[in-house]
């Protein structure tokens, strides 16, 4: 039995969704912490046999907190099995929902030092009624562009739940 970390960057509550996913699956064998970026200062990461980081885009990045928080912890990171997942919904589509095809974590490999041992990417959620006026009608535009839904009540997960649950079962295993 390992302990393991489990650390969220989301802004609408997607990302701790998946995070809360793996925890379940996680926790059968091990002993799983789940906190938000926000509260990294909350916890001893040293303490930590396994460090799992999972982060969505919006407008194309991940947010600043968690380049801030590689920045910080790239050493320590580095010293265990640790892991990296994107959230986004260019994910839904088949050709672009792997590491090696996820132009987001893609990109964002390239801007960080930090080489992730273990990768993955979800696709997220849509749910325009929660945004506000101007992030919905850029989102529907986008969708419009992409050929994904624009009608404005549209709630959606796009997330593959099988292929969280085999990435909880990587992480229980590394
Ligand atoms: C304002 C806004 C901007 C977004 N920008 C992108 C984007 O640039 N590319 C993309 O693939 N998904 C984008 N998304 C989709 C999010 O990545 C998706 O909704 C995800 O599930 C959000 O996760 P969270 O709830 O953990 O923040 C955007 C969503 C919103 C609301």
Request: overall charge positive.
């Amino acid at each position: 039995m390992s302990s393991i970390l489990i650390i969220y960057s989301t802004t609408d509550g997607h990302t701790k969704k998946i995070c809360q996913r793996l925890c379940q699956l996680v926790e059968q064998q091990h002993q799983v912490t789940l906190i938000s970026i926000d509260d990294d200062s909350n916890v001893d990461l040293e303490s930590f046999d396994k460090i799992i980081l999972g982060a969505s885009i919006r407008y194309g990045k991940h947010h600043r907190k968690v380049y801030q928080f590689i920045k910080r912890n790239e050493q320590l990171l580095d010293s265990k099995p640790n892991a990296f997942f994107s959230v986004n919904v260019v994910a839904r589509k088949p050709e672009k929902n792997q590491p090696e095809t996820n132009p987001y974590l893609r990109k964002f490999l390239k801007q960080i030092s930090w080489q992730p041992k273990e990768l993955a990417v979800f696709a997220g959620k849509i749910d325009y009624k929660k945004y506000s006026f101007l992030d919905r009608h850029i989102i529907r535009l986008i969708m419009w562009i992409t050929k994904g839904p624009t009608d404005p009540e549209t709630v959606v997960e796009f997330t593959d739940w099988k292929q969280v649950e085999a990435f909880g079962q990587l992480i229980s295993d590394m």
